[in-house]
């Protein structure tokens, strides 16, 4: 029997909107497709009917299914002759395990692809006004997870980032970030917003400074996934707001 193939998608961060036409029509020709929580209901509505579709998705520690198995469930599809495609919520290589499944299926000899998809990193600020790099604001970025704080981080070169620090799986260590940036001199006038997107896709963005999250937290306005951006750009959110001349449709009115 002819060897499968794998293609690991990026289903963008939030419905169907945002998904790449690439990856759509992975989608129509798979004969598996392997999910991961994050993926939108509305883009799930898209898989062909008959098409078998498996959940292995983990949201937040809550694995469905473990990475190894995972990856050896993508060989022995693929080893059975079955385009497969690997769903994964914004894009695969941005905090979401597309490099340890690409170097498995490497190793086993299994052919397969990369579907990039828009990366919530930057759509999820774009839509709620908070651009990662701004002229005279910010001229870099930097990405960390805030799930796992432990002691490897190099809090005292992040509290000196002056350009955007975005932090992934942070929500639930909020107050604790912004604290041990202060205690290692970040300014503490230094801005700080979180921005989540509820299920029905709405984006909700509360914004306060590092000193205020680090004494009081930053209260979750929604059970959905969310950014905290730290830096100036946040400014812009907040200038953009004040002149009423928001750009995103999807950002709920209750704001800032
Ligand atoms: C495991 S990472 C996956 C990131 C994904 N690969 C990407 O490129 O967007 C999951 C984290 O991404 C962020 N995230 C993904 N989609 C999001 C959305 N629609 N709204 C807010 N945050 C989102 C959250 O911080 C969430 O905890």
């Known amino acids: 029997m002819e060897t499968g193939f794998v293609s690991l998608v990026g289903a963008g961060p939030f419905g169907p909107d945002l998904l790449t036409l690439k990856a759509l029509r992975r989608l129509q020709e798979a004969d598996v497709i392997l999910y991961d929580a994050l993926v939108a209901e509305s883009t799930r509505a898209l898989f062909p009917h008959g098409t078998l579709a498996v959940s292995v998705g983990k949201r937040c520690g809550r694995h469905a299914m473990a990475q190894a198995e995972i990856n050896r469930l993508l060989i022995r599809l693929a080893r059975r002759g079955r385009r ?12 979401g395990r597309g490099g340890e499944e690409a170097l498995a299926l490497a190793r086993a000899g299994i052919p397969f692809e990369v579907v ?12 709620a006004g908070i651009p990662l790099t701004h002229r005279g604001l910010s001229q870099s970025a930097q990405i960390i997870q805030g799930h796992e704080l432990d002691q490897t981080t190099d809090w005292s070169a992040l509290a000196r980032f002056a350009g955007t620090l975005v932090v992934l799986m942070g929500v639930g260590a909020v107050q604790e970030i912004a604290a041990r940036l202060v205690a290692h001199g970040a300014e503490a006038a230094r801005q700080i917003a979180l921005v989540e997107t509820a299920p029905d896709l709405q984006l909700h963005r509360s914004t306060s400074t590092l000193g205020e999250v680090a004494v009081h937290g930053l209260a979750r306005r929604t059970a959905g996934p969310g950014i905290i951006y730290i830096g100036a750009v946040v400014g812009l959110a907040r200038e953009l707001a004040a002149l009423g001349l928001e750009a995103s449709s999807q950002l709920a009115r209750s704001l800032p």
């Not at 497969?84 to 905090?95: E, T």
């Open 116 to 127: 990039p998809g828009v990366s919530s990193v930057a759509a999820v600020g774009a839509l």
């Open 84 to 95: 497969v495609v690997r769903l994964k919520g914004g894009d695969p290589y941005v905090f």
